[in-house]
């Protein structure tokens, strides 16, 4: 570890060596279906545009603002999802927000956006305070120097957020088992194999189907019986049940300019891409982040007196006030982005940033690449959250795509964000972190960028501010779900 600006400790986290030249075919698939974060080869981190000839199409990787802001925003009609990319989300979110597209997507994008506004999103902050605040006094009990796995335990509080706020009721069913099958079906369709690669359709059997069918199948089970529940509720008790939650506004929420309400399917299919989506993203965030700070002190050291000055305030302006906090959490999603690539095809020739692009060309943005640029960041491979606090003016919008951007940018961003800064200040607050030898930490792609698991040992800090005391945690019971902790 040598030093930033002659004091900030500088520290290279674990990310694949770029290789010096293209990969051919039988490797490509090789490492494909192993991890596609390990294929990128030197160049793509050089150019700025390259193109690349696949078995069926010829692909432009884009990694020019400009040109990215051609496709994402400016010209986006030209450039829908791409056969790979809907058969990659065709496993039950192919009827949600993230998978439709059109006047289907502009409908559905209408009907959920009032749930993520900016007051929504703020009136969360104490459920979110509770979530963390009841995972830390579990820790405590399990006494010093045990040993989570702080990549589970994440997905296990991302889950518990999501009961509290977007299905306010509960989501029912066992909890751990749901981690798991929600772990095994973004590993079982994030997999890119060769029919993909040669475009075959989608009804050609893989590999993955007969598991993914049972996962989804227990998955529409879980849904289902939530939404019966709901809709009993909902006949007997009218408006009041559930409040603004998401699932209320699916069940009954008509869109604004038409009057229709979401389908079966469209419900059904939003739901789990807020659970499955909405949780797993966070969850590697926060993991990425406890680890990135387990290895850099001085960062942690930051991040600590900050979260014990404003965890001692009010919960109104929180995140707000949790600055280096967020930047950590932003520095996160520079290295390590949850979706690690996004396609496009191109529906009429284009020129972007002086490149012609012809008409069916699959456009690849991948914020991995971007976001180490060399052409964009300075030392990209070191962990400096300070990119996010004394130069963040200076950060291209269009090279820095942790939530995409343009029309279709997360609609749960801002949410994703708020969870994020909040957890991570309580547990660097409550806790130290330990990583154990045994670790080995690695960036895998399975539709999300994840860490593997992280075995470590934590330590309840004495001196600790006890947010499970203060008002925001205390102004109602913690109705989590009774999730034993990891040992």
Partial sequence: ???????????????????????????????????????????????????????????????????????????????????????????????????????????????????????????????????????????????????????????????????????????????????????????????????????????????????????????????????????????????????????????????????????????????????????????????WSIFLLSQSTWWRDRVREEAARELAGPADGLVDRLVVTRAVVEEALRLYPPIAALSRMALDADVLAGTGVKAGSLIVIAPYVLHRHLRLWHSPDIFDPSRFLIKKNEINRFAYLPFGVGPRTCIGASFAMQEAVIVLAVLLNSFEFELLDEARVWPVQRVTLRPGPLPTRISYRPDAVRTDCCDAVRSRPCELQDVEPSS
């Fill in 1 to 287: 570890m040598t030093m930033l600006d002659g004091s900030i400790p500088r520290y290279r986290p674990p990310a694949p060596v770029p290789i010096d030249r293209r990969l051919g075919l039988l490797r490509l698939l090789v490492k494909l279906a192993r991890n596609p974060v390990e294929c990128w080869s030197a160049e793509f981190f050089r150019e700025p545009i390259v193109r690349v000839r696949l078995p069926f199409a010829e692909a432009v990787l884009v990694h020019e603002p400009l040109a990215i802001k051609r496709v994402l925003l400016e010209n986006s009609a030209n450039y829908i999802k791409d056969p790979l990319q809907r058969r990659v989300l065709a496993s039950g979110l192919a009827d949600g927000l993230i998978g439709v597209e059109g006047t289907r997507w502009e409908a559905q994008r209408r009907t959920l956006a009032p749930l993520f506004a900016k007051r929504s999103v703020n009136s969360f902050t104490r459920p979110m305070l509770r979530t963390a605040s009841r995972l830390a006094a579990k820790w405590r009990e399990l006494g010093a120097g045990a040993v989570v796995d702080v990549a589970a335990e994440m997905t296990l509080t991302t889950l518990n957020v999501l009961a509290l706020t977007i299905f306010s009721d509960g989501i029912g069913g066992d909890f751990e088992k749901l981690r798991l099958a929600m772990n095994s079906y973004f590993g079982a369709i994030g997999r890119i194999g060769l029919f993909d690669l040669l475009g075959a359709p989608a009804w050609i059997p893989r590999l993955s189907q007969s598991h993914l069918r049972r996962t989804m199948t227990y998955f529409e089970r879980l849904i289902d019986e939530v939404i019966e529940v709901r809709r009993r509720k909902l006949s007997m008790n009218g408006a009041e049940v559930g409040g603004g939650d998401l699932l209320s506004l699916l069940l009954r929420a008509p869109d604004p300019s038409t009057g229709q309400s979401m389908s079966s399917n469209e419900v059904k299919s939003n739901i789990l891409t807020f659970l499955s989506a909405g949780h797993e993203t966070t969850a590697n965030a926060l993991a």
